[in-house]
């Protein structure tokens, strides 16, 4: 395993701990993952590569929220044949060894240990030697797959929707009524808001004749009813590039902004497809946002 080392637990902080070569037989199971195999495949199996996000979240001067997740894996050559990637999972026995990392991990600048009786609180009365404790631990070792009904019934011809389309061809798909919310860019100063339980969808007609639709992912499930095979947290930039090759697909990095201070990094994949425009965005490495607009990002 390779550790990288951790910054005083009061920051806000994102690293990954990697493992290599894992091997795989009949009687030589790896401890740190369950692997999923495709129907037919060979016991034996090779991973090049584990890699699991660990995340610190500071919550209040005393505590700080720990999340760790396999993010990915990165079988070899002949084993990427037969691994399902998506369906693999995380034993948890990396998110223990890095819980307990953690509640032990001494502060080389003040020397004073983490140290917890329970996986969620620490005492921080006055007979509490530890500075920082951890609010809550979390692992994430597996995604779950479900089908959306919603997104099913609205590309129902498993293609996206073409432009130009009123709010009422949407609101029909979806059998849902939408709310009008203001936008100064907007014919007539509005445009159609559609929410659900994991996502959320627009409609826009803009004073400039642009017209687009944009759906946000906010779950943390694999979700599939999508056209052309995407899934919701499964697709990949780089699968979708390969994907879309043939529209002349290009992936690149981009920033869009949080708030009015501050932005952020994200990747995207935009291509041509029947004279409709369309943008991929992906969140954490996997698909999170699909756009389509009559006119070029």
Known sequence: MERKTLPHLVRNFSTTVDLYNLKYDEGNKNPYLNLALKSGAKPKQHIQQASWNVSLKKVSSSKTKVTVFLEKIIPDSWSKKEVDTKLTKSTGKVEKEIKEFLLHY????????LESSDSSAIDTGAEAQATTEIASFETK???????????????????????????????KLLQVKPTQLECKDCKDGKYSNWDFDDFNMIH??????????????????????LPYGLLFNGSSASECKQKFARYNAQLYQTTVDTDENSSKALTVVTFNVNS???????????????????KEF
């Open 141 to 171: 070792t597996a995604k779950k797959k479900t089908v959306s009904k919603k997104l099913q019934s609205l590309f129902i011809k498993k293609q996206f929707v073409t432009l130009p389309a009123a709010s009422d061809v949407f609101t």
């Open 204 to 225: 826009a007609n803009m004073n400039d004749g642009g017209e687009y639709y944009a759906i946000q992912y906010y779950g943390n499930d694999i979700v599939s009813g």
């Open 276 to 294: 409709t425009f369309v943008r991929l965005e992906f969140g954490n490495e996997y698909l999170t946002r699909v756009m389509i607009s009559n």
């Open 106 to 113: 001494k502060n080389t600048e003040s020397s004073r240990e």
